[in-house]
């Protein structure tokens, strides 16, 4: 049975508001019923959207039935009359307070004359959002008056707060936020300013960014000191394209990578970037070279690919390498048509590993508690998964060596 097309309901809060306050007089009109009994229906429609899951039961279900096609609706577009945020998602907008002119709390209603008028808990909130250039130039014409006498020349004082640089730390900020933070090239953001009449050339902005750059090293040098001291680390890395990068006249490589690692201690996240020629395991093992001698071994999670792992760690610094779960899980999740008998009891057992975890998840366990509690329910469940999986690996390099 085919499902109806899901009908169009315009909502508009100024009505419903007026229906609520309606309501407190009045008993409801049939319109106004039927208003409330639509927004009703609509948010309710936006509570119970379906959402992607690999879920091992959702993953199982499609591996079991590869020829059907299942049908989602289309959540894509928003219910009319509504923003996708509401006013306190906007924690960056400039807030104005309106009051009413000559009424104030507890004044006589001026509608009925009998009544007092009390302030609302919630007032009326209205989001105006206008457009601005990325950056912004105010020009300051000083007065100069020249003595016809002596020929001295008088100049007015800039205002209060007009510092001596041209470029304002604000700016510096945007323009590194618009590159490193965005992705936005240099002669891009030099062609959108000049449409908006402010002329900021591309080797400008490098030199404004470089300069800064100088005083912020100390920051970062720390970071990548404080880094080295977690107690977990995460890495990885991607490709990425550098248009002309410096390389030593025998250095082989033609890649180029950004890595990306991130320290974790005592609930504080660190993230550091390195692009150039190295992995991310080089990268790793230099960041770990200002790691303190006393601390235990830091983990280490990440993928399985090889150069993920440091290779030339510092003196006295061991890592214990902890492979992502999830990852090796995903590679089973996209064979589950192919092997659907295999998969599933592949997928079944990681699920009580996931469910020990969310299990101590809820208690609140400290990280040692948590690592007891793996060790006597999850370890013997993983062991008992190697076994079965080597087991299946003997049998395949059998039956491959006998053909």
Request: glycine fraction near 8%; proline fraction near 5%.
């Amino acid at each position: 049975m085919e499902k109806s097309a899901r009908r169009r309901i315009d909502v508009n809060l100024d009505e419903l508001d007026q229906v609520l306050n309606r309501a407190r007089e009045v008993p409801l009109s049939e319109a106004d019923h039927d208003k409330l009994r639509g927004a009703l229906h609509a948010m309710a429609a936006l509570l119970v959207q379906p959402r992607s899951t690999e879920k091992t039961s959702a993953v199982l279900d499609k591996a079991g039935s590869p020829g059907e096609a299942t049908t989602q609706p289309d959540t894509s577009a928003s219910p009319a009359g509504h923003g996708r945020n509401g006013a306190e998602a906007f924690v960056g907008a400039q807030k104005i307070e309106i009051a009413y002119p000559n009424l104030k709390h507890r004044d006589r209603c001026p509608e009925c004359g009998k009544g007092n008028v009390y302030e609302q808990k919630e007032p009326k909130v209205l989001v105006r959002i206008i457009g601005q250039a990325p950056l912004a130039a105010t020009i300051y014409s000083l007065e100069r008056l020249r003595c016809g006498a002596c020929g001295h020349v008088f100049t007015a004082q800039e205002p209060e707060g007009v510092g001596p640089e041209k470029y304002d730390e604000t700016a510096t900020a945007m323009i590194a936020q618009l590159k490193y933070g965005s992705g936005i090239p240099f002669y891009r953001l030099e062609r959108l300013e000049d449409q908006l009449g402010i002329p900021l050339p591309a080797a400008t902005q490098w030199e404004i960014v470089e300069e800064a750059a100088e005083l912020l090293k100390p920051t970062r040098d720390e970071l990548i000191r404080q880094a080295a001291q977690g107690q977990v680390v995460h890495n990885d890395d991607t490709s990425m394209r550098v248009l002309r990068l410096a390389r030593e006249p025998s250095d082989e490589r033609t890649g180029v990578f950004t890595s990306g690692i991130i320290s974790t201690d005592a609930g504080r996240k660190i993230a550091l970037y390195f692009t150039g020629r190295q992995h991310a395991g080089e990268n790793l093992a230099d960041v770990l070279q200002q790691r303190a001698a006393e601390l235990p071994s830091p983990i280490q999670m990440c993928d399985a690919l090889s150069r993920n792992v440091p290779k030339l760690l510092p003196t006295g610094v061991e890592i214990l390498l902890a492979n992502c779960l999830a990852h090796g899980r995903r590679q089973f999740i996209e064979v589950a048509a192919n092997f659907p008998d295999e998969c599933s009891h592949v997928l079944e057992m990681l699920g009580q590993v996931y469910g020990h975890d969310a299990h101590a998840r809820d208690r609140g366990l400290t990280a040692e508690e948590r690592l007891r509690l793996h060790q006597q329910r999850s370890g013997p469940v993983m062991d008992q998964l190697r076994s079965w999986l080597e087991e299946r690996r003997s049998l395949i390099c059998y039956v491959i060596g006998g053909l």
